[in-house]
């Protein structure tokens, strides 16, 4: 009787395996693992051993320092109250600006459009449902309407990723934008799953940490983060993750995709800063996940770093992706950017900044929900 329970039950897990690996390797919005030649490419890299990607220090994903039961733990202010309603952006008149000047609108999350002399711009463009390959109801986003409909964006000169996850890098937004997309600038391994989404192979860059792109005045630079990538359960690292320094004559942008803090901000403030504008995660943190999501402290300490003249905490506004409550990351930055003497910008999402309007009042707009 033992003997036939365990048979059955093994039998099961097999069966359950064998499901789960065909629907991972059928659908398309887990996208797709670097080739053999590839992987042999990256042997090369000073960030690459054991078949995966590095990161500058050790950065454990888990501490340990957060008791299982907390992740049960139910809080009111983990969500807004109602939908959070974000400006509407007129893209016509976003898309014209001065070669002098630049319009940067924050999409809600980690995801930018920008216009920087009239070269236009997407940051982590996730403006799916949900921060995930299915559509868990914990993970859906806070605003039912986007400051602009995906289909809306013609004519985009380069979409900038900074790593695979499903909250950054998002298949339904991809397959909208990509045949309005000139060039897709990407750190190596995520071109594989642009081109299972049918994304052009000559439109993909791919970069490693401290290699560069330019067109024209505008200069692309792949930059250190303290993280991890991966899309399914068994391809953790496969790809790499970065950070980037947008510049041109206009302005000068930091953009830290998921980032720990780490050494790496003094180094990049030294070699590629002063920045204009720093956008700084600094949401969805947790101490069991200390090394791999800035705490607002640290964001405001790395802003201080990487020379900012304006910091924005980024990486929340968008999903709860932790426990803390959901607009603490805004709140407990600008508190300690005010004590440190730090100028920081807090739009809504699809408010629409300047060269001219960014040193502004800004309205504490989160307390409305």
């Known amino acids: 009787m033992i003997i036939k329970f365990f048979t059955y039950a093994i039998t099961a897990i097999a069966v359950l395996a064998l499901i789960v690996t065909l629907f991972i390797n059928f659908s398309p919005q887990f996208g797709s693992n ?214 041109s004559p206009v302005a000068k942008i930091y953009f830290s995709g998921d980032s720990g803090y780490g050494n790496h901000f003094k180094k990049i403030g030294e070699n590629h800063g002063p920045f204009d504008i720093s956008l700084l995660d600094c949401g969805q943190y947790n101490l069991a996940w200390k090394f791999v999501h800035m705490f607002p402290f640290e964001a405001v300490l790395a802003a201080k770093e990487l020379k900012t003249k304006y910091f924005m905490p980024i990486h929340w506004g968008g999903f709860t992706l932790a426990l803390h409550p959901w607009d603490e990351p805004v709140i407990e930055s600008i508190k300690l950017a005010e004590e440190s003497g730090l100028s920081y910008i807090t739009p809504g999402i699809g408010e629409v900044l300047t060269k001219d309007t960014i040193n502004k009042s800004y309205l504490k707009w989160w307390e409305e929900y």
């Open 34 to 247: 670097p080739t053999s030649k590839q992987i042999e490419f990256y042997q090369n890299f000073s960030n690459y051993k054991e078949n995966q990607f590095k990161g500058l220090q050790p950065t454990p994903m888990m501490t340990g320092e957060v008791s299982t039961l907390d992740y049960f733990k139910t809080d009111s202010n983990r969500t807004p109250n109602r939908d959070v309603i974000p400006i509407k952006i007129d893209y016509s008149g976003f898309s014209n600006t001065q070669e002098d000047n630049y319009k940067i609108a924050w999409l809600g999350h980690s995801a930018f459009i920008i216009n920087l002399g009239g070269k236009k711009i997407l940051l982590d463009p996730m403006l799916g449902s949900h921060a995930s390959p299915l559509p868990i109801p914990s993970l859906k986003r806070y605003n039912k309407t986007l400051p602009i409909d995906p289909l809306e964006m013609t004519n985009i000169d380069f979409v900038v990723l900074s790593h695979d996850h499903y909250d950054h890098l998002d298949y339904s937004t991809i397959k909208k934008i990509k045949e309005n997309v000139k060039t897709f600038i990407v750190p190596h391994g995520i071109g594989n799953h642009l081109i299972k989404w049918n994304v052009e192979k000559e439109k993909i860059i791919e970069l490693n940490w401290d290699e560069n792109y330019q067109v024209g005045e505008v200069e692309f630079v792949c930059l250190p983060s303290r993280h991890f990538s991966g899309r399914g359960p068994l391809n953790k690292n496969f790809t790499l993750w970065s950070s980037w320094a947008i510049k």
